[in-house]
């Protein structure tokens, strides 16, 4: 089966995808942290996998939340690949807005997960987007179960292929 990053699913099963949306606002935090750490957990990464998946889903969405367009909402989509966990954090921001990449808090952010990549998007380049032009701001990462770190293969065409041993 393939998930819709086209990636196998996990055991042979449909992959689990699940899509957060919670106000802006530093009180909502905790419910997205505690989600990243109950599917680490049923996912059956170890404790300190687990911990670093919380700080990380926490880091990122605090990053988003100083970007974030006015009221607009914060965007959590979890989704469990054969390899591990991805999850794409996004909030609408004005057209232009960086996600800042420079700070203490992405070098820790960076230390807790596998990758991780900030970037501008548009509501239809994101998961869970409504199509659109406008304009966001996406933090995607990835934490990978033991044994499933992705590696690069030199196909000897000049191009490099990322495989889950």
């Not at 505690?34 to 990380?56: C, H, P, S, T």
């Not at 994101?126 to 196909?155: C, F, N, R, T």
Request: proline fraction near 5%; include cysteine; hydrophobic fraction near 40%.
């Amino acid at each position: 089966m393939v998930d819709s990053r086209g990636t196998l699913a996990q055991d042979g099963r449909r992959a689990e995808r699940l899509e957060l949306r919670v106000p802006t606002t530093a009180t909502q935090l905790p419910a997205v942290r505690a989600m990243a750490g109950d599917l680490a957990m049923r996912m059956d990464y170890d404790l300190d996998a687990v911990e670093d998946l919380r700080l990380a889903v926490d880091e990122a969405c605090a990053t988003l939340t100083t970007i974030a367009e006015g009221d607009a909402p914060l965007t959590v989509v979890f989704e469990t690949t054969r390899s591990g966990l991805h999850i794409d954090a996004w909030v609408p921001t004005a057209d232009g807005t960086e996600v800042p990449t420079d700070g203490f808090g992405w070098v820790v952010l960076a230390a807790l997960v596998d990758s991780v990549e900030g970037r501008r998007s548009t509501q239809g380049g994101v998961p869970a987007g409504d199509g659109s032009d406008a304009s966001v701001a996406v933090i995607s990462m990835d934490k990978y179960l033991p044994g499933q770190h992705p590696v690069e293969v030199d196909s000897g065409s000049g191009e490099n292929y990322s495989v889950a041993r």
